[in-house]
């Protein structure tokens, strides 16, 4: 399912119909913001398993600590600002 991280982490996803990075939730659900995401250790992300059939794809597990990639990969292209996603995060 997910590759393990070192220290707290969240599950992320793109969610299928539209291509939108979203994290896991404490209530198994999915959400576009971070601040929703189910922060956990690394042992307790690697036991929980999202039902993702038909809803998301590239399930992963990051680090709560975000890296540059992720915070890219959340807000959109780097090359062409008209195509950012504008998120509560």
Same mark, same amino acid.
């Given at each position: 399912?997910? =590759?393990?991280?070192?220290?707290?982490?969240?599950?992320?996803?793109?969610?299928?119909?539209?291509?939108? !990075?979203?994290? #896991?939730?404490?209530? *198994?659900?999915? +959400?576009?913001?971070?601040? @929703?995401? %189910?922060?956990?250790?690394?042992?307790? #992300?690697? @036991?929980?398993?999202?039902?993702?059939?038909?809803? !998301?794809?590239?399930? $992963? $597990?990051? +680090?709560?600590? %975000? +890296? #540059?990639?992720? =915070?890219?990969? #959340? $807000?959109g292209p780097t090359v062409r600002p008209d195509l950012a996603r504008? $998120? *509560?995060?």
């Open positions: 399912m997910a =590759k393990a991280v070192a220290g707290p982490g969240v599950i992320t996803a793109n969610r299928l119909h539209d291509g939108a !990075v979203v994290y #896991l939730t404490a209530d *198994g659900g999915w +959400s576009e913001h971070i601040a @929703a995401a %189910l922060v956990a250790s690394a042992e307790a #992300l690697a @036991a929980v398993q999202p039902a993702a059939q038909n809803t !998301v794809v590239d399930v $992963t $597990t990051i +680090s709560a600590d %975000l +890296s #540059l990639r992720e =915070k890219i990969r #959340l $807000t504008v $998120t *509560g995060a």
